[in-house]
């Protein structure tokens, strides 16, 4: 599968983007879907993962309440809602895809395709 993450941009404190992930394929709902972070100098880290039914869903604590993922899977197409941002969420944001049973993925390992990545930055 190959994803392609968009809808990132800069937005002042508070504000709000959405970000989609489109996946080429017929078997994007056969994916678990997750979304993780790189700010400059720190480590890729989890933000959301996604069943392949749209639930369960789990979230990193930094963003619980603010952030909320969702999926279609006619669309082939997994969301972020951000809301709330944070100086501290400016980041590259990427979409992941794993092949693998479950209901959702915290570690990179664990999933095998990758976006290319899509820039949030937060003013303050």
């Known amino acids: 599968v190959q994803l392609q993450a968009s809808g990132g941009g800069l937005v002042q404190a508070g504000g709000s983007l959405r970000l989609s992930c489109a996946a080429s394929?017929?078997?994007?709902?056969?994916?678990?879907m997750g979304w993780f972070r790189q700010a400059p100098g720190k480590e890729r880290e989890f933000v959301v993962g996604?069943?392949?039914?749209?639930?369960?869903?789990n979230y990193a604590d930094s963003v619980k309440g603010r952030f909320t993922i969702s999926r279609d899977n006619a669309k082939n197409t997994v969301y972020l809602q951000m809301n709330s941002l944070k100086p501290e969420d400016s980041a590259v944001y990427y979409c992941?895809?794993?092949?693998?049973?479950?209901?959702?993925?915290?570690?990179?390992?664990?999933?095998?395709?990758w976006g290319q990545g899509t820039q949030v930055t937060v003013s303050s």
């Open positions: 996604v069943s392949v039914s749209g639930m369960p869903t």
């Open positions: 992941a895809a794993s092949g693998r049973s479950g209901n959702y993925y915290t570690r990179e390992s664990d999933y095998g395709y």
């Open positions: 394929g017929r078997t994007f709902s056969s994916y678990v």
